[in-house]
């Protein structure tokens, strides 16, 4: 349990800086988990590396280990709808697969999509809607994979090359914490890194997408951006930076005002580093924002304009229950935070 304290202040907005995080440890474990969704205040499923899947309540874990023939997969992307959960594995072969649940017990498994081939990994999955969802991967044959359900994830389909935007060579998605998507209402956007850090939108639960380039740090293997959310179809924010320099906070963060098609950089220079996952605080007006990553977890309540180090631990993704608890999994780890 780990508890820090900073000072308190509140924006025009009314919303008040949080004062402290208080970190309590729900499941530990030899895995690293990547792809989190919270049900309520006690409960979050897990998709994590080894084959692990499950779903912690309380403290009480009901976990599953899946092979697909002979391999144990690595699972990096997770989404649920008032049915089911679907978890998707990263690397050859990917797969994906859909458990029906009722409350928190499994009444089955199966996969309901399975992709070969030397260059196939995928990074993200988000829904829609309990019948639409979309899965995104690395560049195949010079697009990025994508593939969509309609049905409520029963089947997938892989959208050809000709319907979505070229990418360039040496850009690609990172599965860092399965938010490399980001879902309002018909909209998704998908960021990418590597050689280039750009937005990809559609509006149009992607029929079509438009291309946005952003001012995110690129060109090497590990730069670029790791993460975005949206607050409605017109603000969003973006986060990343450079895996192999996590100190330096220039040209990993920014903003948007029109729908993505163009961005400012947030404290260039200031505030944190390279961070995982980026979140916006449920209920803050857009003025709350709580970002990880393996150097700690930092917090903004001013839109990120200034930025606090609320604690060291370091975690690859978080997602918020309501303003005020939220669940983050790291390696070896899902812990409960409550801030205050």
Not at 211 to 227: A, K, L, N, R
Request: glycine share 12%; charged share 20%; with cysteine.
């Amino acid at each position: 349990m780990l508890s820090c304290l900073l000072i308190a202040c509140a924006n025009d907005s009314g919303f008040t800086q949080f004062e402290t995080v208080k970190i309590t440890n729900v499941f530990t474990d030899s895995v690293s988990v990547r792809a989190i969704t919270a049900v309520n205040d006690s409960t979050v499923w897990f998709a994590g590396s080894g084959g692990k899947v499950g779903v912690i309540e309380g403290k009480t874990p009901k976990l599953a280990t899946i092979r697909y023939q002979d391999s144990l997969l690595t699972f990096r992307a997770i989404a649920r709808t008032s049915k089911a959960v679907f978890v998707l594995s990263i690397a050859n072969p990917g797969v994906l697969y859909k458990i029906g649940v009722n409350g928190t017990d499994a009444t089955y498994i199966e996969d309901v999509y399975v992709e070969a081939g030397e260059k196939v990994f995928y990074d993200s999955m988000k829904f829609w809607n309990d019948q639409e969802g979309l899965a995104i991967g690395d560049p195949i044959d010079g697009c990025f994979s994508l593939i969509i359900t309609r049905d409520g994830g029963d089947t997938w389909s892989k959208v050809s090359c000709d319907k979505l935007p070229s990418v360039e060579e040496g850009e690609a998605f990172f599965a860092a914490s399965n938010t490399s998507i980001s879902i309002v209402g018909d909209y998704a956007w998908i960021v990418s890194g590597g050689e280039r850090a750009r937005v990809f939108r559609t509006n149009d639960k992607g029929v079509t997408w438009e291309t946005f380039e952003t001012p995110i740090i690129e060109g090497g293997v590990m730069t670029g951006i790791f993460s975005v959310a949206f607050l409605d179809d017109k603000n969003g924010i973006i986060f990343g930076g450079n895996w192999d320099d996590k100190d330096s906070n220039k040209g990993n963060k920014a903003i948007t005002t029109n729908g993505g098609e163009s961005w400012k950089l947030l404290s260039d220079g200031e505030g944190p580093g390279f961070k995982s996952c980026v979140v916006y605080v449920p209920n803050s007006k857009g003025e709350g924002l709580v970002a990880v990553g393996s150097n700690g977890v930092s917090h903004s309540s001013d839109g990120g304009i200034t930025w606090a180090t609320l604690s060291n631990q370091g975690y690859y993704a978080i997602d918020f229950v309501n303003d005020s608890i939220a669940f983050a999994s790291g390696r070896n780890r899902i812990d409960k935070l409550l801030f205050k």
